[in-house]
């Protein structure tokens, strides 16, 4: 069975920094996309970065110029680097993958969530 283990959240003040990262883990012949999701309380899931295997990478609006996605193929890890974070990005953040398994079976993959909270 493939996992995704998530770590990296806290609490930080406005302005401050996180960085996630996210280890894919078991019968795993390649990964095609790896990205982040969040959730606020009240709201709907959505995404924040996504990134292929080719390194092409898609950043909602909302974070732009101050979330950076990068991934270690080697790993089997994606990361995401928070910076200058604002009240609004308290959400739990979710890691999501797209994996082919050890048996060609290609599968959807979510990770159990890390809490990031920014509040003074």
């Known amino acids: 069975q493939v996992q995704l283990v998530e770590s990296g959240g806290g609490v930080v003040q406005p302005g401050g920094s996180l960085r996630l990262s996210c280890a894919a883990s078991?019968?795993?012949?390649?990964?095609?996309?790896m990205g982040w999701y969040r959730q606020a309380p009240g709201k709907e899931r959505e995404p924040v970065a996504t990134?292929?295997?080719?390194?092409?990478?898609n950043y909602a609006d909302s974070v732009k110029g101050r979330f950076t996605i990068s991934r270690d193929n080697a790993k089997n890890t994606v990361y995401l680097q928070m910076n200058s974070l604002k009240p609004e990005d308290t959400a739990v953040y979710y890691c999501?993958?797209?994996?082919?398994?050890?048996?060609?079976?290609?599968?959807?993959?979510w990770g159990q969530g890390t809490q990031v909270t920014v509040s003074s």
């Open positions: 078991g019968s795993i012949f390649s990964i095609n996309i």
């Open positions: 999501n993958a797209v994996i082919l398994s050890s048996v060609l079976r290609a599968d959807d993959y």
């Open positions: 990134i292929r295997s080719g390194g092409s990478t």
